[in-house]
């Protein structure tokens, strides 16, 4: 029988003598691959800076601190994403609220960003769910009206593109993973904070290497969240594949437009335009028959995914801590009930894709 992963990191020779080279001839914590991989990405994102990270979640926390925000402020982000993008805002010792989503595009609605700003608020940090880019002219404006510091949640959005610029270059910082389910990945936990300001640059390269000015001076409390050199020297040859995987993804996202267009109650993905170009980190569908149709295709061999099982206010936790309740956020909660993530990776075959298609014809068929 056929069978189909959700998704497949590449890692081939160069990346592996890259990292060899790197592991015989380069110091392991901060040696020259940490810095040639953080200006190829900041180049390939059109920002000045670039900073890496021990992970996405260290990056976001490391943005918010690094932008001056204290303890007690609160930040806005969306309850549809994954776990970290809150987490993030709770270990910079700030306050988590969030704003619902819009379905035209899955990532926040400036609409409910409006009303969910508070005295208190002080960064807004909107996800660029899926790999589709947020609408941030509309919330870099309501931002700006307010003073509210601009982070991009860009962990699934490795160079999508929205009005001409690349993610991680849409507001004052911009955050990455590579952890290696994304459209890039450094083989191993990873992270990296784009910007235009020195300042923030500067005391975010402390910050991740433990607060240190010089060798045994620390002028801020830092953290121990580096970047392996082994992950970043694979990290720079994986930044050359990344425009070509990402067509790729783009060409089986419209194969699967092509097929699925029309059948049963799917809702398929939102789509690109002349000027929001999507990555696809994932492709998802949205069925009221979600549960039935992620058995039937995993019956098939097809793997899926649940992205995510729970929006961010109703984990366990943040009700807990927060009193998040049902109702708060209906967009994103309605999202989850619906959603299914199909496979999609570079190297995805076209049988693969035909196959699927296939299968969820069957399924909507026999309905
Ligand atoms: C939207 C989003 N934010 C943050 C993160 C956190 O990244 P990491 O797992 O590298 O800490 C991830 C990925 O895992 C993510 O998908």
Redesign the pocket.
């Known amino acids: 029988m056929m069978k189909i992963p959700l998704g497949m990191p590449v890692f081939d020779k160069e990346m592996e003598e890259a990292a060899v080279a790197a592991l015989r001839n380069e110091r392991f914590v901060l040696g020259e691959s940490v810095y040639k991989f953080e200006e190829e990405f900041a180049k390939y994102c059109g920002t000045k800076y670039a900073v890496s990270t021990?992970?996405?979640?260290?990056?976001?926390r490391i943005a918010f601190i690094a932008s001056g925000i204290k303890p007690g402020e609160a930040a806005i982000t969306s309850p549809a994403?994954?776990?970290?993008?809150a987490?993030?805002i709770v270990h910079a010792q700030m306050q988590p609220l969030f704003a619902d989503i819009d379905f035209e595009t899955y990532t926040m609605s400036p609409k409910h960003l409006k009303r969910a700003i508070s005295d208190k608020t002080r960064a807004v940090l909107p996800?660029?769910?899926y790999g589709f880019p947020a609408d941030m002219d509309s919330i870099n404006l309501i931002a700006e009206e307010r003073e509210l510091v601009v982070i991009e949640?860009?962990?699934?959005a490795h160079g999508a593109s929205y009005h001409g610029k690349k993610t991680g270059n849409l507001g004052a910082i911009g955050?990455?993973?590579?952890?290696p389910?994304?459209n890039m990945t450094v083989c191993g936990?990873?992270?990296m904070l784009t910007t235009n300001d020195e300042e923030i640059a500067r005391q975010a390269a402390k910050l991740r290497d433990c607060g240190r000015k010089s060798q045994y001076i620390h002028d801020v409390i830092g953290y121990t969240s580096r970047l392996n050199n082994v992950n970043a020297a694979i990290g720079r040859v994986q930044l050359k594949r990344l425009d070509e995987w990402n067509a790729k993804r783009r060409a089986a996202a419209e194969e699967y437009n092509r097929s699925l267009t029309g059948v049963g109650d799917l809702v398929l993905p939102p789509k690109g335009s002349a000027n929001v170009s999507p990555v696809y980190?994932l492709y998802v569908l949205r069925t009221k028959h979600r549960d039935e149709l992620k058995s039937w295709l995993e019956s098939q061999g097809i793997s899926c995914g649940v992205h995510y099982v729970l929006p961010i206010h109703l984990q366990p936790i943040y009700q807990q801590l927060y009193r998040f309740e049902k109702d708060d956020y209906p967009n994103a909660e309605e999202l989850c009930k619906t959603c299914l993530s199909i496979p999609i990776f570079p190297n995805i075959s076209r049988e693969e894709i035909k196959f699927i298609n296939e299968k969820i014809h069957d399924f909507f068929n026999s309905k």
């Open positions: 021990s992970s996405g979640t260290e990056a976001l994403s994954f776990i970290a993008s987490n993030a996800v660029h769910l949640d860009a962990c699934q955050c990455f993973s590579f952890y389910s994304k936990d990873g992270g980190h």
